[in-house]
């Protein structure tokens, strides 16, 4: 079941990387890194995990002592998160996962609480907004990448 949950997040984080690059997104910039995509990237993630069968919830919190707000996603032990190359002196790596009891973890992901409501976005600013149109654009350009290969 890891391994499966880090194919699916490799595949979001490439086709986020694809929808940003080409500026089908909605987004005026190229960020390679999805700087202040997390919480587009992460809802994203959850619902493709549930679409797997694979338990999960958006996380949002502190990403390392950051006065930022950070989303990632939590399965059952693990931390999954998308974006954290956004934090370039942070985190190289395209797609973090990590158990949730890791020296690292602990370090790097701090206060975080489980997103139930949309509407704990309303106070962000739009273009970081999990939007329902944004969420399934993301999730359209996957499914067509990647799930007929799932």
């Known amino acids: 079941m890891l391994k499966k949950q880090l194919e699916l997040a490799n595949q979001l984080r490439e086709t986020a990387e694809d929808l940003v690059e080409s500026q089908k997104y909605g987004f005026d910039y190229f960020d390679p890194d999805l700087e202040c995509l997390c919480a587009i990237c992460s809802v994203a993630l959850q619902r493709i995990f549930d679409q797997n069968g694979i338990e999960s919830e958006v996380i949002c919190g502190e990403f390392r002592n ?12 693990h931390i999954i998160d998308i974006t954290a190359t956004q934090f370039k002196k942070m985190s190289k790596r395209k ?13 790097l992901y701090r206060n975080g609480e489980v997103v139930e409501k949309p509407k704990y976005f309303h106070k962000w600013p739009d273009e970081q907004k999990p939007t329902k149109a944004k ?7 996957w499914s067509s990448n990647y799930a007929t290969a799932a």
Do not use: S
Request: aromatic residues 6%; hydrophobic residues 35%; contains cysteine.
């Open 66 to 77: 950051k006065d930022l707000t950070h989303c990632w996603v939590e399965t059952g032990t």
């Open 95 to 107: 797609v973090v996962f990590l158990d949730k009891n890791d020296e690292e973890a602990k370090d």
């Open 135 to 141: 969420i399934e654009k993301i999730i359209q350009k």
